[in-house]
C-alpha cells in the first residue's frame, strides 16, 4: 500500500492449518513479504491477525483457529524479514482503516463488525482505538447469546458468531440441504446433492440470483446479527455499525433482515438516537488496509508527510511503549 492508502499489490496463499506450529505461519508470511519485496520498496510490515492481540501489539496471546498461543509474532516475522513489523487483530485494523478512509469517515463513534469465519469487532472512538485493558477488547463474536447453543471453538456455547457468521451459514445451509427438504431444491441442483460443496460465497451468489432457500438462509443470519447488534448498541452506543468481512458481500439481502431485527431489539427504540448500519467501503481488504496504516503511522518519517485523506491521530499517553517497543512518539504536527 502506498501513502494515500491505494493497494498497489496484491499476494494472496493459503494459510496453513491451526495443527501446524506458528513457525510455519510466521514462514508463511515472512515468505509473501519477500515476494511482494522483490517488485516493491518496503518501509514497513503491518499484520492483522485473528486472535488476541497484546497492548504491546507484539504478541498474539490467543487464536482460535491458529496455533498461536502467547506467540512473539512480531519479534519473530522481524526476524526474518528485517523491517519493522506491527501486529494487531485483524477486525481492530479493519474498523481502523474504515474510520480512516472508509465507511465511518466523519464519524466520532464508529463500531465495526466483520463477518467471515467468526465474527470480529473494533472501536473506534474519538480517533482512538479501543484496544480494552488487555489489548483484546472487540471479541464481539464470543458474546453468549444462546446459553447451551451451538459449540464454538473458542470452548464455550451459543457465541454470536456461531448464529452469524460464514461458518453459520454454510452449516445451516448445509443442514438444509441434508435434510432433503424440498426448499433446498436449487442448492442441491447446484452442487449435485453433495451439501460439502456447498460455500458462504456460493449461496451468497444464489440468493442474488433470487434462490428463496439461499435467500431465506440469509435473512436467518441477518436476523441473528441484528439482535448482536442491539446488545452492541445498548452496551457502547455507538453512531455508526460499519459491517464487514466476506459476507457482507450479501449487501442488502443480509442488511435488510439485519435493520428490521435490530429496530426491534433496540433498548429505549423510539426515544434514543438509532444507531446507523451500513456495509464497510473497503470490503474484505479493510484489515490489511487497516494493518498496513498502523505501520506506516509508526514510522518517524510519516509524521513530516500527510496525505490527503488520511487522517493523524493523538497517541494515548497511557501506552508505556510505542508500536515497535520504543518509546511513545510526541504528538504528531497536523499543521504539515
Not at 472487540?138 to 444462546?146: A, L, P, Q, R
Not at 446459553?147 to 473458542?154: A, S
Not at 517497543?325 to 504528531?332: M, S, V
Request: charged share 25%; hydrophobic share 40%; aromatic share 6%.
Amino acid at each position: 500500500m502506498n501513502a494515500d492508502g491505494k493497494v498497489l499489490d496484491r499476494l494472496r496463499t493459503e494459510t496453513p492449518s491451526k495443527s501446524k506450529s506458528p513457525k510455519v505461519v510466521e514462514d508463511t508470511i515472512a515468505e509473501v513479504v519477500e515476494e511482494l519485496r522483490r517488485w516493491h520498496l518496503i518501509a514497513a510490515v503491518g499484520i492483522g491477525a485473528a486472535g488476541f492481540v497484546d497492548e504491546r501489539r507484539a504478541s498474539v496471546l490467543f487464536a482460535p483457529h491458529l496455533a498461536w498461543r502467547n506467540e512473539p509474532l512480531r519479534d519473530a516475522v522481524r526476524s526474518r524479514v528485517g523491517l519493522p513489523v506491527v501486529v494487531e487483530n485483524d477486525a481492530n485494523a479493519a474498523a481502523w482503516a474504515e474510520w480512516q478512509i472508509g465507511a465511518g469517515l466523519g464519524w466520532t463513534h464508529v463500531c465495526c463488525v466483520t463477518l467471515g469465519t467468526g465474527i470480529g469487532g473494533g472501536l473506534v472512538i474519538n480517533g482512538e482505538l479501543e484496544r480494552g485493558y488487555g489489548g483484546t477488547a472487540g471479541e464481539f463474536g464470543h458474546m453468549t447469546i444462546v446459553p447451551g447453543g451451538h459449540r464454538c471453538e473458542c470452548g464455550n456455547r451459543g457465541c454470536w458468531e456461531q448464529y452469524a457468521s460464514g461458518n453459520a451459514l454454510v452449516r445451516e445451509a448445509r443442514e438444509l440441504l441434508a435434510s432433503e427438504s424440498p426448499v433446498a431444491r436449487g442448492l442441491a441442483e447446484w452442487v449435485g446433492g453433495d451439501p460439502s460443496r456447498l460455500s458462504g460465497p456460493l449461496v451468497t451468489e444464489l440468493a442474488k440470483d433470487g434462490d428463496p432457500a439461499a435467500i431465506e438462509l440469509l435473512e436467518e443470519i441477518g436476523g441473528w446479527l441484528g439482535i448482536g447488534l442491539a446488545n452492541l448498541a445498548a452496551a457502547l452506543d455507538p453512531g455508526l455499525f460499519v459491517i464487514g468481512g466476506g459476507v457482507s458481500a450479501a449487501g442488502e439481502l443480509l442488511l435488510g433482515p439485519t435493520r428490521h431485527t435490530f429496530r426491534r431489539a433496540l433498548t429505549g427504540r423510539g426515544y434514543r438516537p438509532e444507531p446507523q448500519i451500513t456495509q464497510a467501503a473497503l470490503g474484505n481488504e479493510a484489515g490489511m488496509v487497516g494493518a498496513a496504516l498502523l505501520a506506516r503511522e509508526a514510522l518517524p518519517r510519516w509524521r513530516q508527510r500527510r496525505p490527503a485523506g488520511v487522517r493523524m491521530v493523538r497517541p494515548r499517553p497511557r501506552r508505556p511503549l510505542g508500536l515497535f517497543g520504543d518509546p511513545p512518539p510526541r504528538l504528531r504536527n497536523t499543521t504539515r
